[in-house]
């Protein structure tokens, strides 16, 4: 099991910077793959950036160039910097940990989710 615990959410106006954090109960070393997601009103959950299983980095085309994943290890702890962010960056922010156990069965967990809101 993986607790998931968020924080950095707010209000920022366009073009200012929020920086995300995802604590994780346990060793991220253990982890399978990490990343946040985000939900905006009355659409699907989508990617936004993730370290994949294999060890790759994958952004959301919208977010290219602005956004940037990165982790601690010795904090356990995923961060999303979120540069020039827009107005149509506003969701509710969540992170993601998936774990694979040695029969290969995979298991995803989720934060509770911080709001970020971007005026314009």
């Known amino acids: 099991q993986v607790q998931l615990v968020e924080s950095g959410g707010g209000l920022v106006q366009a073009g200012g910077s929020l920086r995300l954090s995802c604590a994780a109960s346990?060793?991220?070393?253990?982890?399978?793959?990490m990343g946040w997601y985000r939900q905006a009103p009355g659409k699907q959950r989508e990617l936004v950036a993730a370290?994949?299983?294999?060890?790759?980095?994958n952004y959301a085309n919208s977010v290219k160039g602005r956004f940037t994943i990165d982790r601690d290890y010795a904090k356990n702890t995923v961060y999303l910097q979120m540069n020039s962010l827009k107005p149509e960056d506003t969701a509710v922010y969540y992170c993601?940990?998936?774990?694979?156990?040695?029969?290969?069965?995979?298991?995803?967990?989720w934060g509770q989710g911080t709001q970020v809101t971007v005026s314009s």
């Open positions: 993601n940990a998936q774990t694979v156990n040695s029969r290969l069965q995979f298991d995803d967990y």
């Open positions: 346990r060793s991220i070393f253990t982890i399978n793959a």
């Open positions: 370290f994949s299983g294999g060890g790759s980095t």
